[in-house]
């Protein structure tokens, strides 16, 4: 009977090992090839085990600071102006629909839940915010259309203000004299952290990914973040293959880096994610499980 | 109404009227909100009248022609309306049913391994592929795939497919990505399920002599039941909408991959931005929404009577 467990054990262990490989192994992939020598890659193609091993790739990087570096630190500034903005508007909408006292409540709740069964689609949003609010290569575009609050956060924010917050503890600070904005700040924000914390993340991560904003309203190459220039060298790409025959060998029309610097930029893109997730994991399944969970 | 009843429905009122008042602070500190969700929600369903007029820039939305039906007659008389309706459905289907599977097995998986810190790693590591942008996912595929160097065609079969403009493989590519990416998310949704069911129903069963096999068919899966149907049930609701990096990122935007990797996402994308065919992909957009909140309210519905606690409402 023993045998046969550990038999069973065995084996599903090595299906979870598997599947570990199956997650781990691209990003692997992606990095060794950011560290291959240019010639071998074009040669040998992508491996895990490069004939010739170069850091020509990141120094290129650091070198040529300008578009790389602005991206970067783009991304970094619209992550967190936008993590901090949106953050401040999920709580400050929780919180008073987390009163039960409040009139009107059911209704304010109706209005923003609303926004998840039902929205304009991309056409109305575009038009929108392209003609009439002007956003385009501004970087409000980065933050305001889509992620700046989400009715989904809001909600989860709601249900752990009304379930973690004791209303006593509200009767107390009112009967003390307080405001509403001293109670949110002094009583409800330090019952709150680890909730705090998997906002914060969840918000943070879906601004430092996204890319579509940038998509749809930025073309000023100045104002790209990391994920808007790896998609741009996408579209360079297949352009130049479409046309390659059109431009000669030296084009200095659409200038593309190479194969391996490709590589690197994706791993740049990557790496301050893969880097904070293990310690902040908890976080995020926390978050995960109640968004999915409890609904 | 009596004048009872009358006077005691004006005192509600003004009651009402009293605390509203008393309540400013909490409106006002909902002002940022309310406004922003009256902006990026509200005006755009608001702008779906476009999909019945005919979009002029210089007039804005609401001075353009109306259309009456034209655009959507000029959307299904083409061949792409049956297309992007077909692929977006048929790909959610695939993503939903196998999604929901394999997330299951993984998860069941992960609570019948003893060993302790072996399991807290995989949890680790199963979620990063959800981490990443898809952006930077079709990076990876390129990696892999690239005709002239990729780790397929090089290293493994030593071939010269050209991946990027051979139509049939992309179904089965896109699903396993939409898989790799997911998985890990959903798993974990009913990992922590399955460790909420009562521990006692496993010793009873294990008294009763039942293999593992039987324990999981007979505690497990029907404690997993609920969230399996709740969560299949909303992304049902969600089947007109699709993850718009997968399916325009990935595949590279190649044109050769048009028919089975264009949904109805990608092609009010591209009407939009790139074709400036406001018309018919307004029509897309609108038939899209529409569809959308007819199936997630009937899908709603359906959770609420199942099961009052996972229900949104």
């Known amino acids: 009977m023993v045998q046969h467990d550990r038999v069973q054990q065995t084996i599903m262990n090595i299906f979870m090992i598997l599947l570990?490989?199956?997650?781990?192994?691209?990003?692997?992939?992606?990095?060794?090839?950011?560290?291959?020598?240019?010639?071998?890659?074009?040669?040998?193609?992508?491996?895990?085990?490069?004939a010739k091993w170069s850091f020509a790739t990141y120094s290129y990087i650091i070198k040529s600071a300008g578009t790389i570096l602005s991206g970067y630190l783009m991304t970094i500034l619209v992550t967190v102006i936008g993590t901090t903005c949106s953050i401040l508007m999920t709580i400050l909408f929780a919180y008073p629909l987390s009163r039960q006292d409040l009139p009107y409540r059911g209704a304010l709740s109706f209005f923003l839940?609303?926004?998840?069964?039902?929205?304009?689609?991309?056409?109305?949003?575009?038009?929108?915010?392209?003609?009439?609010?002007?956003?385009?290569?501004?970087?409000?575009?980065?933050?305001?259309?889509?992620?700046?609050?989400?009715?989904?956060?809001?909600?989860?924010?709601?249900s752990f203000f009304t379930s973690s917050i004791p209303e006593s503890l509200i009767e107390a600070a009112k009967l003390d004299g307080a405001h509403e904005m001293q109670i949110l700040t002094k009583v409800v924000m330090p019952l709150s952290k680890p909730m705090l914390v998997t906002l914060v993340l969840m918000i943070g991560l879906g601004y430092w990914n996204d890319w579509m904003n940038g998509l749809y309203y930025v073309s000023n190459q100045k104002l790209f973040t990391i994920q808007m220039i790896l998609n741009n060298m996408i579209n360079n790409i297949e352009f130049l293959s479409k046309n390659g025959s059109l431009f000669g060998a030296n084009s200095s029309v659409v200038d593309i880096p190479t194969v391996g610097i490709r590589m690197g930029i994706a791993v740049i893109a990557v790496l301050p994610v893969l880097v904070v997730y293990p310690f902040l994991q908890k976080y995020f399944v926390k978050g995960i499980v109640i968004g999915g969970v409890k609904g | 109404m009596r004048s009872s009843d009358k006077v005691s429905a004006v005192a509600c009122r003004t009651k009402k009227r009293k605390s509203v008042l008393k309540y400013w602070e909490l409106y006002l500190m909902m002002m940022p909100?309310?406004?922003?969700?009256?902006?990026?929600?509200?005006?755009?369903?608001?702008?779906?009248?476009?999909?019945?007029?005919?979009?002029?820039?210089?007039?804005?939305?609401?001075?353009?022609?109306w259309a009456g039906f034209s655009n959507f007659k000029f959307l299904f008389s083409t061949r792409d309306a049956f297309l992007i309706i077909k692929n977006t459905i048929a790909y959610n289907l695939v993503f939903i049913i196998l999604g929901t599977v394999f997330a299951v097995l993984v998860a069941i998986v992960?609570?019948?391994?003893?060993?302790?810190?072996?399991?807290?790693?995989?949890?680790?590591?199963?979620?990063?592929?959800?981490?990443?942008?898809?952006?930077?996912?079709?990076?990876?595929?390129?990696?892999?795939?690239?005709?002239?160097?990729?780790?397929?065609?090089?290293?493994?079969?030593?071939?010269?497919?050209?991946?990027?403009?051979?139509?049939?493989?992309?179904?089965?590519?896109?699903?396993?990505?939409?898989?790799?990416?997911?998985?890990?998310?959903?798993?974990?949704?009913?990992?922590?399920?399955?460790?909420?069911?009562?521990?006692?129903?496993?010793?009873?069963?294990?008294?009763?002599?039942?293999?593992?096999?039987?324990?999981?068919?007979?505690?497990?899966?029907?404690?997993?039941?609920?969230?399996?149907?709740?969560?299949?049930?909303?992304?049902?609701?969600?089947?007109?909408y699709s993850d718009f990096g997968l399916f325009y990122q990935v595949p590279m935007n190649s044109g050769l991959l048009y028919d089975v990797t264009t949904t109805i996402d990608v092609y009010v994308y591209k009407g939009l931005i790139l074709l400036n065919d406001i018309g018919r992909s307004a029509a897309a957009g609108f038939f899209q929404s529409i569809c959308g909140f007819v199936l997630v309210m009937a899908t709603n519905l359906v959770v609420t009577k199942l099961d009052k606690d996972n229900a949104l409402f």
């Open chain 1, 20 to 50: 570990v490989l199956c997650c781990v192994l691209p990003f692997l992939l992606m990095v060794i090839s950011s560290l291959t020598d240019e010639t071998t890659l074009l040669k040998n193609g992508y491996s895990f085990f490069p």
């Open chain 1, 113 to 158: 839940f609303f926004t998840m069964l039902f929205n304009g689609g991309l056409v109305p949003t575009y038009i929108m915010y392209a003609n009439i609010f002007h956003i385009k290569n501004t970087i409000f575009a980065l933050i305001v259309p889509s992620l700046l609050m989400n009715a989904f956060y809001v909600i989860m924010m709601r």
């Open chain 2, 33 to 65: 909100g309310i406004v922003y969700l009256l902006i990026n929600n509200y005006l755009p369903i608001g702008g779906l009248v476009l999909a019945f007029k005919k979009y002029d820039y210089k007039k804005g939305i609401f001075a353009s022609p």
């Open chain 2, 110 to 240: 992960l609570n019948e391994i003893r060993a302790e810190v072996p399991k807290k790693i995989y949890q680790v590591f199963i979620l990063i592929p959800y981490l990443v942008s898809m952006v930077v996912v079709s990076y990876i595929v390129f990696a892999f795939l690239s005709a002239d160097n990729g780790f397929v065609n090089k290293s493994i079969l030593h071939a010269n497919i050209n991946w990027y403009m051979t139509p049939k493989y992309w179904p089965y590519i896109l699903v396993f990505v939409n898989l790799w990416k997911n998985f890990g998310y959903n798993s974990i949704i009913y990992y922590a399920t399955v460790i909420g069911i009562d521990s006692s129903l496993y010793e009873a069963a294990v008294v009763d002599g039942a293999s593992r096999w039987q324990r999981i068919r007979n505690v497990t899966l029907p404690g997993l039941r609920p969230t399996i149907i709740t969560l299949f049930l909303l992304s049902i609701g969600r089947v007109f």
